[in-house]
């Protein structure tokens, strides 16, 4: 019998030792790369959230609905 | 007799009809603004938005922030069937809606200026989106 079949598969924290000084490093950095990764901080804004407004909208269309919208006023007083 | 009662009875409900109609119909034609929203927008409360919808201005009580809720949900509505009439999409109509909503503001009362902020509206224009009419 061989002395590796009486050895248990290096675990984790032994496999670094193994793997050397550079790529032990780099594994630490991936594993200190994910804890932050997996809390996420909510906190209340203090200001007013404002909506940024897309105004994808083109000059013929505001001109075209321009006397419908004065009237829908002129039609619905109590909304407006 | 038999008759009689109900004709008393068809005009006796002809005129309550009349009367329900009256009473339900005017305030519907003659709708203004309610006193507690017209009120909110004198105080400078609420403003109006260049969405098209109206906004609490800055921290209010709750009942106007209801308010606000309330009037939004029936525009939004009203816009939603204006802009398929329209042929076009619910923020074109919105949009425009707040374009001529702006320009009716009246001394005193607030809306939103092209960079965000709450204005009071003075005498002069307003300051609006550059695209409106």
């Not at chain 1, 790369?33 to 269309?61: H, T």
């Not at chain 2, 922030?65 to 939603?80: F, H, M, P």
């Amino acid at each position: 019998m061989t002395a590796d079949k009486l050895t248990k598969p290096p675990c984790a924290a032994h496999r670094a030792l193994r793997m050397g000084k550079r790529r032990a490093l780099a594994g630490l950095m991936v594993v200190a790369g994910m804890i932050p990764a997996g809390c996420v901080s909510v906190s209340a804004p203090d200001k007013p959230i404002v909506i940024e407004l897309n105004i994808n909208i083109s000059q013929e269309v505001i001109y075209r609905l321009a006397d419908d919208v004065r009237q829908n006023i002129d039609k619905n007083p109590g909304i407006f | 007799m038999a008759q009689f009662s109900n004709r008393t009875f068809a005009k006796g409900l002809l005129g309550g009809l009349l009367l329900a109609g009256l009473s339900l119909g005017a305030p519907v034609l003659a709708q203004g603004r309610d006193p507690a929203y017209q009120a909110a927008r004198s105080a400078g409360q609420v403003g109006e938005m260049m969405d098209g919808y109206l906004g609490a201005v800055g921290n209010q009580p709750d009942a106007i922030d209801r308010l606000v809720s309330a009037i939004n949900i029936q525009r939004r509505l009203n816009y939603t069937d204006r802009a398929q009439e329209q042929h076009a999409t619910l923020q074109e109509y919105a949009i425009t809606q707040g374009c001529a909503l702006i320009a009716r503001t009246v001394p005193g009362e607030k809306y939103q200026a092209p960079d965000g902020n709450w204005q009071s509206r003075t005498a002069s224009p307003p300051q609006r989106l550059s695209k409106c009419p």
